[in-house]
């Protein structure tokens, strides 16, 4: 069973650039969470969808940041435009279920994006 | 300050001593969960402890909650080289009674054991 997937693990973008960071949750898991690490710090949580619906996007910028989940594929975390403070480390996680009885988050192993 | 501050920031043992990491956090929860991060790693979960307990063992990992006080503390009995990462404690906010799955982590604390 693997776990869950990210891709590109690393990311080299230009001012101005587009950066499209993918995840694949766990086999059987319909929730993914997005975070973002700042170096030296810890995770801050972005955005948390269900499968073709957002929940919850109170920690995602407003403006250049966009996430799916489609009914089939990755999810997909969009930032239009980067910026040099874009430069983190973007986790995502996954889990079978968000309410009622506590779930363990899955991490996976995290795509770094580094805007130049 | 910010849900989840861990205490200290860094701690250097020797190997085969214990390690105590706290963690406050400042509003009601459904559950504290720990992870650990190797440098440029992704997270691994460590121990879930839901706000109805005191006292959770894994292994040589024991975590404590203390809900009047909102602080929990992990030790990490006999430590090894291995053992060596970042310790994150995370909070699942009190959404009426159920999880929400919208963890707060904090800053962490970096371990460091000596062979």
């Keep these: 069973n693997a776990g869950v997937m990210q891709n590109p693990r690393h990311l080299v973008r230009r001012r101005g650039q587009e950066a499209r960071l993918r995840c694949s949750p766990m086999k059987g898991h319909s929730h993914v969470y997005w975070y973002r690490q700042l170096p030296e710090e810890g995770l801050k949580f972005m955005v948390y969808l269900q499968k073709e619906n957002i929940i919850d996007e109170s920690g995602m910028p407003k403006e250049r940041f966009s996430a799916e989940f489609p009914k089939e594929g990755p999810s997909i975390l969009r930032i239009q435009q980067v910026v040099r403070g874009d430069s983190a480390a973007y986790f995502c996680a996954s889990s079978p279920q968000a309410s009622g009885a506590p779930y363990e988050q899955y991490f996976g192993p995290g795509t770094r994006l580094t805007v130049t | ?115």
């Design chain 2, 1 to 115: 300050s910010q849900q989840g501050e861990e205490d200290p920031q860094a701690l250097s043992i020797q190997e085969g001593e214990n390690a105590t990491m706290n963690c406050s956090y400042k509003t009601s929860i459904n559950n504290l969960q720990w992870y650990r991060q190797n440098s440029g790693r992704g997270l691994v979960h460590l121990i879930l402890i839901r706000s109805n307990e005191r006292e959770k063992h894994s292994g040589r990992l024991r975590v404590t909650l203390d809900t009047s006080k909102k602080s929990s503390s992990l030790l990490i009995t006999a430590s090894r080289a291995a053992d060596t990462a970042s310790y994150f404690c995370a909070t699942d906010a009190d959404a009426g009674g159920t999880s929400y799955g919208k963890l707060t982590f904090g800053q962490g604390t970096i371990l460091t054991v000596h062979p």
